[in-house]
């Protein structure tokens, strides 16, 4: 019989550190340190990890190495071993119920690392707040607002733990939740914390349960009943035991597949235990350091020689900057300059530039006290100036002042730039800005600082053409009872105004030639202000209707129609240069006249 920790990993093939292995890579290195006894076959594909440290013990160390780098699990097949990311069938039919292929079996729980809120951290005690949220599942997400509602603000997290889909199952009212806190100090991406961390809540959002059963293998009678496998999820069924159709795997069987009188012996559990060869690679390793230091029962003097050689260089390297003072703490003195000193003591940590007799910069458990501070702060989700509404605060959305809520507060600046004030002082000016609505009060406001322009302020509203001449304005004088809007030519002499008074007067006057043109021109006629008069003021000397007809005027046209009609009476009439003769009979004035 052949077993892996009975071959020792070659020093040749050890890796010291390595970056983008692929797992392939490291088996062959096993298999190759086997003399190809052992066979170890990669049946699916892994994502390359970064290596450190493999080979530096026996083949079973280097294997349990490569099973937690790359997170595979083992099938053995006699000397052939499949690395796959989860072996056995995870749709098996196999049942374990009491009354049908249950021999013996005894229950074990453990509810000691249950955990249903994973708090997680990793280098630096860097976190995933202030990551998008969109990193999250949607479930995810629906049961950090459930847990917190501020877990997430503006599409952003603001805290760094994952709530388990069983919360509410364990929960109680004293215990809302289990908590735990995973480190991960090998890893800088985000990314790959949340997926540990979602490794590690699923292996502990439930009690840890082991069933060890004898079993009747019934398929060795019916070969239609399924067969127990090495990593199957198969189902226990026993009310005594409270077990009803619990799912869990098959993590250890010992079968005996060519005696019918000899029971299969199974190892059911939601979690999977380190088996018995994990536990001694593990062992081997930490035997081999301890004998490194003891030898046949007695301590090897060369080994605890080279221990205190490398502590008495330490301790001569810190000799001249470590001092431990009579009355307690640690101090830290600089070499080329001894009044520069740092002190650690219960009380907290202190710096000095003048041998202790002020401290320049101190921290300790009220806070931290410093004259200066050199250099730009950390990665802070967020700072909280003053309590209750009286805060101001700089977060992952903007800053903010005057209200806790940061929606709610009267002045905002977010971080797309816009600002949100409730009132504000401007000084300068504002460029390349869009005004949506309010008020705006102010001396002057234009549309350019040289001459073609548009200017509003406090005489009114002007308008100037390119050489800066005055074209348009709208004055805010009232002389008068009037308001005008006047108009200037092109040298700035006033050229004319409409303007309009108290008891509804409105003028429109020019200074030499008022011109009113359009298809049609009409005065009067609006039902609003009916016209009831149009009247021609004194001053007016001419009308000149020369280059027009004049039609739809009545009374001009009955003054038409009666001229008309004196003319057809005086037809009839003699011409004014008529004459004829008249005879008289004969009498006192007879005779014969001419009359005209």
């Not at 003097?301 to 330490?314: L, N, P, R």
């Not at 907290?348 to 410093?370: C, E, K, Q």
């Not at 805060?391 to 929606?407: D, E, P």
Request: net charge negative; hydrophobic share 40%; with cysteine.
């Amino acid at each position: 019989m052949y077993k892996l920790a009975d071959y020792k990993f070659p020093y040749a093939s050890y890796v010291a550190e390595g970056f983008g292995y692929q797992i392939s890579q490291l088996t062959t290195l096993i298999a190759a340190a086997t003399g190809g006894r052992f066979t170890i076959a990669v049946d699916d594909t892994f994502d390359l990890a970064d290596v450190k440290e493999f080979g530096g013990g026996n083949c079973l160390e280097a294997l349990n190495y490569v099973i937690d780098t790359y997170g595979a699990e083992v099938e053995p097949d006699n000397f052939t071993l499949h690395l796959r990311k989860k072996i056995g069938d995870a749709n098996s039919a196999l049942q374990y119920r009491v009354g049908k292929n249950i021999v013996s079996a005894s229950f074990t729980d453990d509810g000691g690392s249950l955990c249903t809120r994973l708090f997680a951290e990793m280098k630096d005690s860097r976190t995933w707040i202030g990551q998008p949220a969109s990193t999250l599942t949607t479930d995810e997400q629906a049961r950090l607002l459930a847990a917190d509602p501020n877990a997430i603000v503006d599409g952003k997290l603001t805290v760094n733990y994952l709530v388990s889909q069983y919360a509410g199952t364990w929960a109680s009212a004293s215990v809302p939740y289990y908590d735990d806190l995973l480190t991960e100090q090998d890893v800088t991406d985000p990314l790959k914390l949340l997926a540990a961390a979602r490794l590690r809540l699923a292996e502990r959002e439930v009690p840890a349960l082991e069933v060890s059963v004898s079993a009747a293998d019934l398929y060795k009678l019916d070969s239609t009943e399924p067969r127990p496998g090495l990593g199957d999820t198969v189902t226990c069924v026993d009310p005594d035991m409270e077990l009803t159709h619990i799912t869990a795997r098959v993590t250890e069987l010992t079968e005996y597949p060519y005696a019918r009188d000899k029971h299969a012996q199974v190892t059911v559990a939601n979690v999977l235990r380190r088996d018995y060869a994990q536990i001694i690679a593990d062992l081997e390793s930490t035997r081999r350091a301890v004998d490194n230091v003891f030898s046949g029962g007695r301590i090897r003097a060369e080994a605890f020689e080279a221990y205190a050689a490398a502590a008495v260089k330490d301790i001569a390297n810190s000799k001249t900057e470590l001092i431990y003072p009579a009355e307690g703490g640690i101090l830290a003195q600089d070499k080329t300059n001894p009044l520069h000193q740092v002190r650690l003591t219960a009380a907290g940590l202190g710096v000095s530039t003048d041998g202790w007799n002020t401290v320049r910069s101190a921290i300790t458990a009220t806070g931290v006290v410093a004259e200066t501070v050199v250099g730009q702060f950390g990665n802070f989700v967020s700072t909280l100036i003053g309590s209750g509404n009286n805060v101001v605060q700089i977060n992952t959305t903007g800053i903010a002042a005057g209200h806790a809520t940061f929606s709610s507060a009267p002045f905002r600046v977010y971080m797309n730039g816009d600002v949100v004030a409730r009132s504000i002082t401007l000084t300068g000016t504002i460029e390349d800005s869009d005004i949506t609505y309010g008020t705006i009060t102010g001396s002057t406001i234009q549309t350019d600082s040289t001459t073609r322009k548009i200017v509003l302020d406090g005489s009114g509203f002007r308008s100037f053409d390119s050489t800066g001449t005055r074209r348009i304005s709208i004055e805010t004088e009232d002389d008068f009872g009037v308001q005008e809007m006047r108009y200037y030519g092109p040298d700035g002499s006033y050229g004319g105004g409409i303007s309009g008074q108290n008891g509804g007067m409105f003028s429109i006057a020019a200074d030499s030639l008022l011109s009113l043109g359009g298809t049609t021109v009409v005065l009067g006629g609006d039902i609003d202000h009916p016209t009831n008069t149009i009247a021609v003021r004194d001053g007016v000397s001419t009308f000149d209707f020369s280059n027009v007809n004049v039609i739809n005027l009545p009374a001009l046209d009955a003054v038409v129609s009666d001229i008309a009609a004196i003319w057809t009476a005086l037809a009839g009439k003699a011409s004014v240069n008529h004459s004829h003769s008249v005879t008289i009979p004969p009498g006192s004035a007879g005779g014969t006249f001419t009359v005209s």
